[in-house]
Structures are given as C-alpha cells and as structure tokens.
C-alpha cells in the first residue's frame, strides 16, 4: 500500500533529525546491530502508532532491519514531523501520517494501517488497538499481540481485560521499570518544561505552578518546575501520593483552591476534565492552561469555550481566550501533549530506554505469543535488567556484583 504523507521532498531534512538522534541512543544501537543479523521479525508485519518524529523513527527503522514490514501512524497530530516521514519513505517504512491532519484523516491513516494486516501492534494511547476492538474486528485474526507505550492506553487494556473483550495478549511497556522511572520522570519533565518555555517565551522561576496529578509524569513535572524557580502546588484524588509530595516539600491542595492562585497548570492525570468551568471561573486573568497528559481531554475546552466571548491565535501554539467578565486565559498546544505539539518530545538518550522496552516487548510476544493468553502483561524481569545493563555499558558506568555468599544469603540460590 503506497504511503499517505505530506511531501517527499522534506526527506533530507528528516534523515539528518534521524541521524542526529542516532548518535545518543547507544541502546537502540546495540538492539540494531544484534538483531540485523538474526532478522527474527523477517515475514511479520509491525503496525505502530507513536509520535512520529525522529527517535520514532529510528526504532521503526531498527525493526525494518530486524525483518519486520513495518507500517507507522502518527498517534498525535500535531507531533507529527512531515520531514522525518518522507524520510522513513525513502528507506522503506510505509507511513501514513501528516502534520495537523484532521480527527477524520487520523482516524483514515490509522485503518489504513489496520488494513496491512499487522501481526504485532505497538501502540500510543490505545487508539489502534481500540479500532481493532471495535470497528475493525475483522483483522484481528493474524494479530499475535502488541505492546502500549503510556499510562492512559495501559488504564484502556485494563478496562478491556477487566470485562473480558481483550483479544489478544498485550505487554503494558509503560509499566516497565526501564519506561516509567526514567521517561514518565526525567523525559516528561525535561520535555514539557522546554515545550511551555520555547512556546511562552516566559520566566518559570517566581510563579505559581499547578501540577494536577502526581503519578512518574507528574513528579518530573513538579521536579523540574522547581528546579525552575518556581512555587509548586501539587493537586491530587490519591491520598498516597498526596502525602509523597508533601514530603517532596510541595504545597498540596484542592484544584478548587489552586485555581485561584496559579500562574501556570499542567495536567499529567490521564483522566478527562481536570480543570472545568467552576475553575476557570476563578482563574487570574493571563492563567495559562497546559497538558502532558495525553488526550486533549484533562482541559475542559468545551467549558472553556462557553465562557468566552472569542478565542484566536495570539502566538504559535497559544490561544486566547476572551472570557465574558475582560479575564483572558491562555491555551497551549490546543490541549494536547505540550511537549510534543510545542517540542521536540521527550530527549533521546531517555526514549533510548522506552524504544528498547518496545523492541524486546515485541520479541516477547513473537516468540512466546502461543502460550500467552489475552492479558494485560508486565515486561519479565530479566528483559528490564538486560536493557538497564547495556544502558549503563553505553555511559561507561559499573556496578558491583554479589558475591554467591551473598547470593546464598539473599535466597537467589
């Protein structure tokens, strides 16, 4: 099937964002040189929807060289690099993904990729793997299972598990250690932070910042709002981790209180209607509202909008609202991932680590998919020490071994 982009032209481009990214994911590398040899992907067809920029990218074309036919979405919009999809064009990657495409073209795009018949699927949010649930049933039979990179697809399997309609088994990569502790954390908040900064062209340090959520993504996002300068007030459902960030030395109240005060919201929860109507109420005039939460769903912009008087485009990436009472409100990124839709995503030495629990998911599921049922999977625990180990060879950083004395001591043998 011949690929859907935006121009073949723009490819010179994309290869240098590749090759850029190429020189700060030794993980991938190594992953690349191994399984090029081996091929254990050849005659199988991987469909993946991601953010499609150049790190993506590289990890599509590290599968290509394992064997795979490989077939790429965008799993957002407005993160999608059109340079470094020509790019993946030019070296055989069939894609099917153009920047700011419409909610109609996305979904086309990602049945399209449906339609190649894909035996392992690598999804972002669970957009794919619904469709396939769903209105796409009828290519579920050459599926042998998949993997889902964040938190929000990870809550959609559960749910599907959960009622017993998941049709295939699937390994919740988000929730491997090599994932979660190192780009939930240090790329979600690294990313954002820079997505908020280039887009706003404002001072972090001196204001009140109001992280809503304080799960892995929510606490690199308070981490480095400090590290900003800034006054970090925390808002939260789960009393646990109410009290983690009491402890991490924040201020912690109800989004009803903190809306009165903030300068700055992110959302990082994952759920739908974070910030609604009765706060934006109550917001300072120049608030401005950002999500790095996945779905443009955590900012009420319905809500929003009905407050307002007029909405326009005051700087790329930037919307004003014109609330009714002379108060204006600041959208970012339309509500969508800040990080990517205003950046360039999370850096490449972190998603280095994602993409290779991506890889040895997918392995995992080639090579053992008949005896797995259709469950939700955590990824085995010697993949996670394997990848953590060539991680730490590739920054020249050694470790101590135990001892078998101590070994013995621990029970390990």
Same mark, same amino acid.
């Given at each position: 099937?011949?690929?859907?982009? /935006?121009?073949?032209?723009?490819?010179?481009?994309?290869?240098?964002?590749?090759?850029?990214?190429?020189?700060?994911?030794?993980?991938?590398?190594?992953?690349?040189? $191994?399984?090029?040899?081996?091929?254990?992907?050849?005659?199988?067809?991987? &469909?993946?929807?991601?953010? !499609?920029?150049?790190?993506?990218?590289?990890?599509?074309?590290?599968?290509?060289?394992?064997?795979?036919?490989?077939?790429?979405?965008?799993?957002?919009?407005?993160?999608?690099?059109?340079?470094?999809?020509?790019?993946?064009?030019?070296?055989?990657?069939?894609?099917?993904?153009?920047?700011?495409?419409?909610?109609?073209?996305?979904?086309?795009?990602?049945?399209?990729?449906?339609?190649? $018949?894909?035996?392992?699927?690598?999804?972002?949010?669970?957009?794919?793997?619904?469709?396939?649930?769903?209105? %796409? %049933?009828?290519? !579920?039979?050459?599926?042998?299972?998949?993997? $889902?990179?964040?938190?929000?697809?990870?809550?959609?399997?559960?749910? #599907?598990?959960?009622? =017993?309609?998941?049709?295939?088994?699937?390994?919740? &990569?988000?929730?491997?250690?090599?994932?979660?502790?190192?780009?939930?954390?240090?790329?979600?908040?690294?990313?954002?932070?820079?997505?908020?900064?280039?887009?706003?062209?404002?001072?972090?340090?001196?204001?009140?910042?109001?992280?809503?959520?304080?799960?892995?993504?929510? /606490?690199?996002?308070?981490?480095?709002?400090?590290?900003?300068?800034?006054?970090?007030?925390?808002?939260?459902?789960?009393?646990?981790? &109410?009290? $983690?960030?009491?402890?991490?030395?924040?201020?912690?109240?109800?989004?009803?209180?903190?809306? /009165?005060?903030?300068?700055?919201?992110?959302?990082?929860?994952?759920?739908?209607?974070?910030?609604?109507?009765?706060?934006?109420?109550?917001?300072?005039?120049?608030?401005? #509202?950002?999500?790095?939460?996945?779905?443009?769903?955590?900012?009420?912009?319905?809500?929003?909008?009905?407050?307002?008087?007029?909405?326009?485009?005051?700087?790329?990436?930037?919307?004003?609202?014109?609330?009714?009472?002379?108060?204006?409100?600041? !959208?970012?990124?339309? =509500?969508?991932?800040?990080? !990517?839709?205003? =950046?360039?995503?999370?850096?490449?030495?972190?998603?280095?680590?994602?993409?290779?629990?991506?890889?040895?998911?997918?392995?995992?599921?080639?090579?053992?998919?008949? @005896?797995?049922?259709? @469950?939700?999977?955590?990824?085995?625990?010697?993949?996670?020490?394997?990848?953590?180990?060539? /991680?730490?060879?590739?920054?020249?950083?050694?470790?101590?071994?135990?001892?078998?004395?101590?070994?013995?001591?621990?029970?390990?043998?």
């Amino acid at each position: 099937m011949e690929s859907i982009i /935006k121009d073949i032209s723009l490819a010179p481009s994309g290869h240098a964002k590749i090759e850029w990214v190429k020189n700060f994911m030794p993980v991938l590398s190594s992953i690349d040189k $191994e399984f090029s040899q081996s091929k254990p992907f050849e005659g199988k067809t991987i &469909a993946i929807t991601l953010h !499609l920029e150049a790190k993506t990218a590289y990890m599509a074309e590290v599968f290509m060289h394992a064997g795979a036919r490989v077939v790429i979405t965008g799993s957002n919009p407005l993160s999608t690099q059109d340079d470094v999809c020509a790019a993946l064009v030019e070296d055989g990657v069939t894609v099917f993904a153009t920047h700011g495409c419409s909610a109609e073209e996305y979904d086309s795009y990602i049945n399209k990729a449906i339609d190649c $018949e894909p035996n392992i699927v690598i999804d972002d949010g669970g957009d794919l793997v619904n469709l396939l649930h769903t209105s %796409r %049933r009828d290519k !579920l039979s050459k599926i042998l299972g998949g993997s $889902e990179e964040t938190t929000t697809g990870v809550h959609r399997l559960h749910s #599907l598990e959960k009622k =017993g309609e998941l049709e295939f088994p699937m390994i919740a &990569a988000n929730d491997a250690y090599c994932k979660f502790l190192f780009d939930n954390r240090y790329g979600t908040g690294q990313s954002t932070w820079d997505g908020i900064m280039r887009t706003t062209n404002l001072v972090i340090a001196g204001k009140n910042v109001v992280i809503a959520g304080y799960g892995w993504c929510g /606490k690199g996002g308070a981490m480095r709002a400090k590290g900003l300068g800034a006054n970090v007030i925390v808002t939260e459902v789960d009393p646990i981790k &109410a009290i $983690e960030a009491v402890f991490d030395g924040f201020r912690v109240m109800p989004m009803d209180e903190a809306a /009165k005060i903030g300068d700055i919201f992110l959302t990082l929860t994952g759920d739908k209607d974070v910030i609604t109507r009765k706060h934006f109420q109550s917001m300072k005039n120049g608030a401005m #509202l950002a999500n790095a939460g996945h779905f443009d769903v955590e900012i009420s912009i319905p809500d929003l909008e009905s407050l307002s008087e007029s909405r326009r485009t005051v700087r790329n990436n930037i919307e004003e609202f014109l609330l009714k009472d002379g108060r204006k409100l600041y !959208l970012l990124a339309e =509500g969508r991932l800040v990080n !990517l839709a205003s =950046g360039d995503g999370h850096p490449a030495e972190i998603m280095d680590l994602s993409f290779a629990v991506q890889f040895f998911s997918a392995a995992h599921i080639l090579h053992n998919h008949e @005896k797995l049922e259709k @469950k939700v999977y955590l990824m085995p625990d010697q993949i996670n020490q394997r990848i953590a180990e060539l /991680k730490l060879e590739s920054m020249r950083v050694k470790i101590d071994t135990l001892t078998a004395e101590q070994r013995k001591y621990l029970g390990l043998e």
